[in-house]
């Protein structure tokens, strides 16, 4: 039976109990079946490919003699505008289909989720579009942090004060 009669079917039930059973089985009909333990086994050893990506562009960065902390810094500048480069090729987001949680490795998964913000919105202009909305997703991520940063500063300040 097509996606459309089975809607048909649902709108036309004569009971409020036929439509209910006819929309349960229509939902199990067209949800698609989870695997978790491979989601999670992707998402494992995807999100750690992106670790293992940063941890040898800071090891190479540091055989150049780049104190750790710098190093740090600059693999977090690479990891970013790789994420933005793989966002806009494209291949972020088939990654993501693939590896799940595993994309969501903080640095990568914010620079991603500004990218594609950014990407979607554009052809609304640089203001209205791109300057309104790149932060749609990212934004309150940042709006948490700043906030939260904040009123742990006035506790430490206040412990200081006793």
């Known amino acids: 039976m097509h996606e459309n009669e089975d809607v048909k079917k649902i709108v036309e039930a004569t009971t409020k109990q036929e439509q209910q059973e006819l929309y349960q089985k229509y939902v199990k009909k067209v949800t698609p079946a989870n695997n978790s333990s491979r ?3 992707r998402a494992f050893w995807v999100g750690g490919a992106i670790c293992v990506l940063g941890q040898i562009i ?3 960065i540091m055989s150049m003699d780049v104190e750790k902390r710098d190093a740090g810094l600059y693999t ?3 990891l970013v505008l790789l994420s933005v480069l793989f966002t806009g090729f494209g291949l972020y ?3 993501a289909k693939y590896g799940g949680a595993g994309t969501i490795v903080p640095i990568t998964g914010f620079a991603n989720s500004v990218a594609a913000a ?3 919105y554009k052809v609304q202009g640089q203001v209205f ?3 309104c ?3 749609s ?3 309150p991520v940042i709006l948490y942090g700043i906030f939260s940063s904040f009123l742990l500063g006035v506790v430490y300040w206040l412990i200081g004060l006793l």
């Open 76 to 78: 977090t500048i690479i």
């Open 58 to 60: 800071q090891n190479i």
């Open 39 to 41: 989601n999670v086994a």
């Open 93 to 95: 987001p088939k990654m």
């Open 137 to 139: 997703i990212a934004g």
């Open 133 to 135: 909305f790149i932060f």
């Open 129 to 131: 579009g791109i300057g």
């Open 118 to 120: 950014a990407m979607e």
